[in-house]
């Protein structure tokens, strides 16, 4: 046995005893977690927005460990490497992974399933399927906690730049300085893009980004006026390219308001609310909005990326904790007290 936050129903997580993993097919790994986190889909979960998830999941898609064990047919990775997990899981072979829209993997554990249909990292152990494509080797010079955004919050701010097309002469606005917003604008840097301006009504958070150079300029809708702001900065045409990553009804419509004719609109955001495109009056601006389940595929990229100091998430790990006090941590992170942005969960010592 060991101890793991579960999924009962909804509104109810326990932190309590639960069967240790074993491995099931020979493609998995059984890691032995050594840092975890709680990501807003889990909130999600627990308030019954994600129809998918399974009652009586383990929950956790964000985490990193030493591998413990390893199924036959596992090639890359050896008892005792150091890993950061992606929050998808994919086989690489069906039509969908070929492709690299690996969120859409056809597999049965393909896809989001850690921590959603299968037991996740909120966990001393976890099994990963598909274990050479879903594990990355942590280089011995890049810490558990400099890694442990690797495959989910650093996975989607680089799917999204890609996405959005970035280019040196874009003007980026990212609405939401949430864990996903910062980290949308670390990865937007990598694109050398002329301008990123972050936008949230919390300016704690937006002082982050600033801080941390992760913006260049910071906008709150409760006394900037936006809109004006913008267009002040991009010569009366608005935003080149536009990330919402906060999720709600305003910044949605935030998001379109904002964008230049011909823009590329990216929605990071999970929503828990229908959206309605006010089709009559964006119709001329010729938009493109991209949107959908982060593509975890450039975990590699990202990984390097950090270990050559390009990015640095350090400063989102605001609050640090023992696996003992996780319910409490996840108490903080739902309630947004004492300008949380992300918690450290240490779960075992690391290598």
């Not at 690489?92 to 996740?120: H, M, P, Q, S």
């Not at 590699?300 to 100091?309: D, L, N, R, S, V």
Request: charged share 20%; proline share 3%.
């Amino acid at each position: 046995m060991m101890k793991a936050v579960v999924y009962k129903e909804n509104g109810k997580l326990v932190f309590e005893e639960h069967t240790k993993p074993s491995l099931v097919n020979d493609t998995d790994v059984i890691l032995k977690v050594t840092l975890t986190t709680i990501c807003s889909s889990d909130i999600h979960i627990k308030h019954g927005a994600v129809p998918r998830a399974q009652k009586g999941v383990v929950l956790g898609h964000e985490f990193v460990g030493i591998v413990a064990e390893t199924g036959a047919a596992v090639k890359k990775l050896q008892v005792g490497d150091r890993v950061a997990v992606n929050c998808e899981t994919f086989c690489g072979e069906c039509f969908y992974c070929k492709k690299g829209y690996v969120n859409n993997c056809t597999d049965k554990n393909g896809g989001w399933a850690l921590g959603c249909r299968i037991d996740g990292g909120q966990a001393e152990y976890a099994r990963i399927p598909f274990a050479d494509n879903c594990l990355t080797k942590i280089p011995a010079n890049v810490t558990d906690e400099q890694a442990l955004f690797n495959g989910d919050l650093l996975s989607t701010g680089y799917w999204g730049c890609k996405i959005g097309e970035l280019t040196s002469e874009d003007v980026v606005a990212i609405i939401g300085a949430g864990p996903a917003g910062l980290c949308a604008m670390m990865c937007a840097r990598l694109f050398n893009p002329q301008k990123i301006i972050a936008i949230d009504i919390d300016d704690a958070r937006l002082q982050v980004a600033k801080a941390n150079g992760y913006a260049d300029i910071i906008l709150n809708p409760l006394h900037d006026d936006v809109t004006a702001e913008i267009s002040k900065y991009t010569a009366g045409r608005g935003a080149d390219k536009v990330f919402e990553v906060a999720g709600s009804d305003k910044t949605f419509a935030l998001a379109l308001d904002i964008a230049r004719p011909n823009a590329i609109v990216v929605l990071i955001a999970m929503y828990e609310n229908n959206q309605v495109l006010p089709l009559p009056n964006i119709y001329g601006k010729n938009l493109t909005i991209k949107f959908g389940g982060v593509d975890g595929a450039f975990c590699q990229e990202i990984m390097k990326h950090i270990e050559q100091g390009e990015i640095n998430a350090l400063p989102l790990l605001t609050h640090h904790t023992d696996f003992a006090h996780i319910m409490e941590a996840y108490d903080i992170f739902e309630n947004k007290k004492e300008n949380v942005i992300k918690i450290a969960v240490r779960v075992a010592e690391s290598l």
